[in-house]
């Protein structure tokens, strides 16, 4: 790129900052309050665009629990958006007869995406799942192989190694970043195929039974018990894996996912790209 001449900068007067705007250290603090306001049912994150920390509260939230989330709030109130949703926040993983996608010790949960490490094989899937499943099988009751790592709460993802080579590995994904307004696909093993876009990012949750997860991707799409661990993608960028969500399909709902790159980095595995 060629650069040309540029006339000489001039000074802008500086701005003032509006007094009424929350800084960022407020809004932190305010994020930090609605965690330790220990309300089960709502995922919150910060819109730094917007100064305020949006809270979504499902259903099972009161009258109470959301005054409570309002009381922690304090004197930072101006900077908190609750807002109200039908449906529940929840793990989407289902316990069922063997048959569908991948299963183990009566839960079924879907594949993510595989992945490798040397001359190993594996498939990520939801930390919640892989808490509950030593042994995993494939539909056709060919065995997988064992849940080599768990992780879950805190963050939502699992490592399970194939000990059978017949099983068909497909690949093709490249790892990426999930951004607000991007145009994203899921699949999960219940719903199938459902599209939409990312809402939020950095989002936390804490889900009935208390179980909390942080830095989590929000979209607009509708999820459903059994779709737990399933992919996120945009073309062929590996975004992340199915954790929660509230609503039910067809219609749109809220869905939760765990962001690919940290699962990768922590297992020190690379995707297929084939």
């Not at 917007?50 to 304090?74: F, I, K, L, P, Y």
């Not at 529940?88 to 595989?114: D, H, Q, W």
């Amino acid at each position: 790129m060629i650069l040309g001449l540029m006339a000489p900068a001039t000074a802008a007067p500086a701005q003032a900052r509006d007094s009424d705007e929350p800084t960022d250290a407020e809004l932190a603090e305010l994020h930090e309050a609605i965690e330790e306001s220990d309300v089960e049912g709502v995922a919150w994150y910060t819109d730094e665009a917007a100064g305020e920390v949006v809270v979504t509260a499902d259903s099972t939230v009161t009258g109470a629990e959301r005054n409570a989330v309002r009381r922690a709030a304090g004197d930072k109130i101006g900077a908190l958006d609750l807002q109200r949703m039908e449906g529940e926040f929840k793990l989407v993983k289902r316990s069922m007869p063997p048959g569908a996608a991948i299963y183990g010790s009566g839960t079924r949960c879907s594949l993510g995406f595989n992945a490798r490490r040397g001359n190993k094989h594996y498939l990520i899937t939801a930390g919640h799942c892989g808490n509950d499943v030593a042994t995993w099988r494939a539909g056709n009751q060919k065995r997988i192989g064992p849940t080599v790592s768990s992780r879950f709460p805190g963050v939502d993802y699992a490592l399970v190694r194939y000990d059978t080579r017949s099983l068909k590995r497909p690949g093709g994904y490249l790892p990426g970043t999930a951004r607000v307004g991007q145009k994203v696909t899921r699949v999960g093993s219940t719903t199938g195929q459902h599209s939409g876009v990312v809402t939020a990012v950095g989002v936390t949750v804490r889900y009935g039974g208390g179980a909390m997860v942080g830095n989590l991707i929000q979209t607009n799409i509708c999820a459903e018990p059994g779709d737990s661990g399933g992919p996120l993608y945009s073309g062929r960028r590996a975004l992340g894996i199915t954790s929660g969500a509230a609503g039910a399909c067809p219609a749109h709902g809220i869905s939760l996912y765990q962001p690919i790159k940290p699962v990768l980095a922590a297992y020190g595995v690379q995707l297929y790209r084939r």
